[in-house]
């Protein structure tokens, strides 16, 4: 409560579910900025044990971009230096679809990407984005398409891909800016 963040761990094997409830004994309003739940579906729950814990694996990954604008320092690392408040920068409008892509640098289960945006101005420009994940010879094997903004930050669950590599092109010509990429999983 008061701005603290409360984190409840839940790791038995009874810890299924399909809604979760936030709730607190006291005839008050609850106010929440957000709920992060991480998981798997039963479906594709991971046979090792114990169970995996998810981490973010681009953290201070090496990241490359399709071009850095002009005289700003929006390189590609920006958006893996656990800093929301930095951002990475393409151009503007030079006849490609901008992109940025981050090597994990082994082969990972990837469960969830979180992406943020830039949060001094301009967010709008990151929409209709395509993330595209590659295995260790580069070779492309899942194609996840998105629709619509990101508004601060947004999360996607990916299929339990194994990827070493995961690329996001933009859906216009635009520039592509990113205030941090997350890739949340575990090793293979």
Not at 15 to 35: G, I, K
Not at 72 to 89: C, E
Not at 113 to 125: E, H, K, Q, S
Request: charged fraction near 20%; charge should be negative.
């Amino acid at each position: 409560g008061n701005g603290k963040i409360v984190q409840k761990v839940f790791n038995e094997a009874d810890s299924e579910a399909r809604y979760v409830e936030v709730s607190f004994n006291r005839n008050d309003c609850l106010h929440m900025a957000e709920v992060q739940v991480y998981g798997y579906h039963l479906m594709a729950k991971p046979t090792s044990s114990p169970t995996p814990i998810p981490s973010n694996l681009a953290l201070e990954k090496p990241a490359t971009q399709s071009s850095t604008y002009n005289n700003i320092n929006g390189v590609a690392s920006k958006a893996v230096d656990g800093n929301y408040n930095s951002f990475t920068h393409t151009d503007c409008w030079k006849g490609i679809n901008q992109w940025w892509r981050v090597d994990l640098e082994d082969v990972y289960t990837i469960a969830t990407i979180t992406v943020g945006n830039r949060l001094d101005c301009c967010g709008g420009r990151f929409h209709d984005a395509t993330f595209y994940f590659y295995d260790e010879n580069d070779v492309e094997v899942y194609v996840m398409p998105t629709s619509g903004g990101i508004g601060k930050k947004k999360s996607f669950s990916v299929d339990f891909v194994s990827a070493q590599y995961i690329k996001v092109v933009l859906g216009d010509k635009d520039c592509l800016q990113i205030g941090e990429f997350e890739a949340w999983g575990w090793k293979e």
